[in-house]
């Protein structure tokens, strides 16, 4: 490890990749790369609206880092959502199919790149699944706990057991599955902030203001 990596004690990552659902012809790989092209804008942005960072970008793979657990699961479930639905309907050489691993633990950054327990939980769990699928580490659960309503199901995941040599590893323990056919409505409580505030009057707000402006039409119109 370079000496200017800098060691952050806890950090959510998630990892996206693409593998080929179908066996790739060289006449479709061209084709197929300029879809992952736009998929991975949205992706970027999705990130980005998420307050995450894209950290590495190797071929179908995105590595992005989020400071907390719900933003990483978040920006998967709302990636993932929109890649399902941009599927529908489409010949299947011209679907793009993506898995999403998040892994929460530590992480040592630099510049250029990171590494690190969050980074290795992340890259297996995408390698383990399906396509289509959210799954996140053994320590995401809890941290979502009354932050984030969803629908966890444990999965059998090969996760690779931490390094002895390093003392500031965890047992990695089971995996979990994000079921995004059952993700329940947003409640008022949801969308609290970080700090606290928000609540009704997130919600409240914008609907008054659509109230207002419909009282000043009606009478600029009556009038």
Known sequence: MADNFIL?????????????TLPVTPAMEKARRKLLAKRHKTLSKSIIKHQGRVVRVR?????????????AVGCAIDFQKHAIARNKNVAPEKQV???AGVGLGQIAVDKETIEGDAVTLATDLCAAMLPDGVW?????????QGRMPVVLTEVDAP?????????????HGPAFAVDLSKQPSM???????????????????PMSAMLILVVIAYFWFAS
Request: net charge negative.
């Open 8 to 20: 952050r004690k806890r950090a959510a990552v998630l990892c996206l990749d693409a593998p080929p």
């Open 136 to 144: 996140v580490s053994s320590e995401v659960p809890n941290d979502l």
């Open 59 to 71: 071929g179908d793979e995105i590595l992005a880092v989020f400071v907390e657990a719900q933003q």
């Open 159 to 171: 996760l690779a057991p931490p390094p002895l040599t390093s003392p500031t590893s965890t047992s």
């Open 187 to 205: 409640r008022a409580a949801d969308f609290l902030l970080p700090n606290g505030r928000g609540g009704w009057l997130t919600l409240i707000a």
């Open 97 to 99: 199919h993506f898995r």
